[in-house]
């Protein structure tokens, strides 16, 4: 069964930087592609990153591209998201997401991904 689980969340001024990680397992990910998403409240959970497994290659959101930074340890089947240069708009719960390769729907669509973590708060004050 997979399993993620999200840690590095907090609190942090504008400007600042915090990294999350979602630690995988369950099986093994080369195939697999993960994602990151969160959900501001009131607004629909929307894409921040994407990862394949196999290769490292990476999408982002235009909203976070050139501040974020998705990467993967895989001795360690963990995936890391680098948030630099935070804003107050970047504030939500953050979700790690993983999905078979392979899959029809975009990489950016969240209804892809049948395995979720329990998500991480990300708040940036201003």
């Known amino acids: 069964q997979v399993q993620l689980v999200e840690s590095g969340g907090g609190l942090v001024q504008a400007g600042g930087s915090l990294r999350l990680s979602c630690a995988a397992s369950?099986?093994?990910?080369?195939?697999?592609?993960m994602g990151w998403f969160r959900q501001a409240p009131g607004k629909e959970r929307e894409f921040v990153a994407a990862?394949?497994?196999?290769?490292?290659?990476?999408w982002y959101a235009d909203s976070v591209k050139g501040r974020f930074i998705f990467s993967r340890d895989i001795a360690k089947n963990t995936v890391y998201l680098q948030m630099n240069s935070l804003k107050p708009e970047d504030t939500a719960y953050y979700y790690c997401?993983?999905?078979?390769?392979?899959?029809?729907?975009?990489?950016?669509?969240?209804?892809?991904?049948?395995?979720w973590g329990q998500g991480t708060q990300v708040t940036v004050s201003s």
């Open positions: 369950g099986r093994t990910f080369e195939s697999y592609d």
């Open positions: 990862l394949k497994w196999s290769g490292g290659r990476t």
């Open positions: 997401a993983a999905r078979p390769g392979g899959a029809l729907l975009s990489i950016r669509t969240s209804t892809s991904y049948p395995y």
